[in-house]
């Protein structure tokens, strides 16, 4: 009787563990809903011609730049923008960075990430909105799609179809045309580390480096991906930027905003019907239909919104149907809607203490970087000490050191370059093949590194240790002078 119950315990036991298994599944599926496809509505106005504007400028420096030249003389580079890794230099039309100078790219970086920061508190994301690659790519999608499948209606209505001849017609041309612009995406930002016309014809001729292939194709799945089939999601689940503006942003930044205190209550309104004891907005939903991200922008601030504006076009060709102001939905800030709750103005304060800081930071930055570049060197000077052996003692007692110099001309033309030595008192350069009337004489070679083996040798006494030592090399032409510290050592006396 006991084993009986103890068996029919443990069967309700299990009937319970798998309804609970079930009911957490299904909060599980609950948790992680399902995409839904969003229809974008073509908006018109202000903002959706600005951002066209944005798109093409955007789009054609991108497309265009690798193909602009800039004549640096025979033998070098001409493409105005260059990564040349083979030459380990960046071109940038008149700016030529060697990769000792890379922390022009770190400054390049920190300025953008100052300017990202000053457009965040001043006008949100205004930067998702219009200059983000995904917005832009995501646009010219959107773009193509519009063309070839109609706008919002006639888009939705084909997605129900059943597939037929005209809707498989009309799919194929849309995905051919949108993996046409992810190959010539993937194709341009190759070109930026190549010359462009050569490259562009080993590409077509099957005779470019099987890396180039692998990076094109890359580019070519990303930008198919993000753009055509992913979109929102990436701004929403991918992009940290949505989370980290918050910290960039205060109650005086503007964003695109759904003024509350004048479009409630809302509801529909018949013409020739009374506005007293009602708010402006009359549920259109046009705001949700035009936004790419699928979202009501009557709901407050929201991680996916990405102040693209054009909910402000879509309100407004509204609200001027309907005889009211525009501006139901406009840029303003979280200060002024507190404000106007307590029967006040409207006040803008873009001058404020971290706008002040983060042009601030910009100007000095940029500061730095362009006296930089107006005082670069063209002539610099490494050196490297042999270390094997650490000295040798000669036949008369005296001591050498070898070393090999890395002589680094950044210029189109060959210079004559004296080496002399200084901090070690009694030591002297040993270069006989060099020395031209008693001076150590070089030629440093046009655009690249010479090198040059050179022997420091110090009298008996100079001590047991390490001794510091500068080399110097100095154009005898310009005059230009760069150094290098170094090291002699010694070992005791036999």
Same mark, same amino acid.
């Given at each position: ?35 839904? =496809? ?137 995905? %051919? ?29 099957? =005779? ?7 990076? %094109? ?27 980290? =503006? ?35 907005? %009359? ?170 083996? %050179? ?40």
């Amino acid at each position: 009787m006991t084993k009986v119950t103890l068996i029919d315990t443990t069967a309700r036991a299990d009937e319970h563990s798998i309804e609970a298994r079930a009911v957490n599944s299904k909060e599980a599926r609950e948790l992680y809903k399902k995409r839904e =496809q969003i229809y974008p509505k073509l908006a018109q106005g202000f903002f959706r011609n600005l951002k066209w504007a944005a798109m093409i400028v955007l789009l054609s420096i991108y497309y265009i730049t690798p193909w602009l030249r800039w004549d640096r003389g025979v033998g070098r580079a001409d493409q105005a923008v260059l990564v040349d890794f083979e030459a380990r230099r960046f071109f940038f039309f008149f700016i030529e960075l060697w990769p000792q100078e890379v922390y022009y790219i770190t400054g390049l970086l920190i300025l953008a990430a100052f300017a990202i920061f000053l457009s965040s508190a001043l006008f949100g994301r205004v930067w998702c909105g219009y200059a983000c690659p995904q917005t832009v790519w995501t646009d010219l999608y959107i773009y193509v799609e519009r063309a070839i499948e109609g706008d919002r209606n006639a888009r939705m209505r084909l997605d129900k179809e059943p597939w037929s001849l005209s809707k498989l017609g009309k799919k194929l041309s849309k995905h %051919i045309a949108w993996i046409a612009i992810a190959a010539a995406t993937g194709g341009a930002w190759v070109f930026y580390f190549g010359d462009a016309p050569t490259l562009f014809r080993e590409i077509f001729t099957g =005779q470019a480096d099987p890396v180039v292939y692998l990076f %094109i194709g890359i580019l070519t799945f990303t930008t198919y991906a993000l753009a055509g089939t992913m979109r929102e999601q990436v701004c929403t689940y991918m992009c940290p930027w949505p989370r980290i =503006q918050a910290a960039m942003i205060d109650k005086d930044a503007l964003s695109v905003t759904y003024r509350v205190d004048r479009g409630e209550p809302r509801g529909a309104h018949k013409k020739h019907e009374s506005w007293e004891g009602r708010g402006d907005c %009359i549920d259109c939903r046009q705001c949700v239909a035009v936004c790419p991200q699928g979202i009501d922008i009557r709901d407050g601030d929201q991680l996916e919104c990405i102040n693209c504006a054009l909910c402000i076009d879509a309100c407004d060709e509204i609200m001027k149907k309907v005889g009211r102001p525009t501006g139901l939905i406009a840029y303003d800030s979280y200060a002024n809607v507190e404000r106007r709750k307590q029967g006040k103005g409207g006040v803008y304060r873009l001058i404020r203490s971290r706008t002040v800081l983060y042009g601030t930071l910009m100007a000095l930055v940029a500061a730095f970087m362009i006296y930089g570049l107006a005082t670069r060197q063209t002539l610099d000077l490494n050196v490297i000490r042999d270390r094997s052996p650490p000295f040798v003692r000669l036949a008369d007692g005296d001591i050498r050191n070898d070393y090999a110099l890395k002589l680094i001309n950044m210029t189109d033309r060959a210079r004559q370059v004296e080496i002399t030595l200084d901090g070690l008192s009694g030591a002297r350069l040993f270069v006989p093949a060099l020395e031209v009337e008693g001076r150590v004489i070089v030629e440093a070679k046009p655009d690249t590194v010479t090198n040059v083996r %050179i022997h420091v040798v110090a009298p008996s006494d100079v001590g047991e240790g390490s001794h510091p030592l500068r080399f110097m090399i100095r154009d005898t032409n310009s005059n230009d002078v760069a150094t290098s510290a170094s090291a002699f050592l010694a070992g005791s006396p036999p």
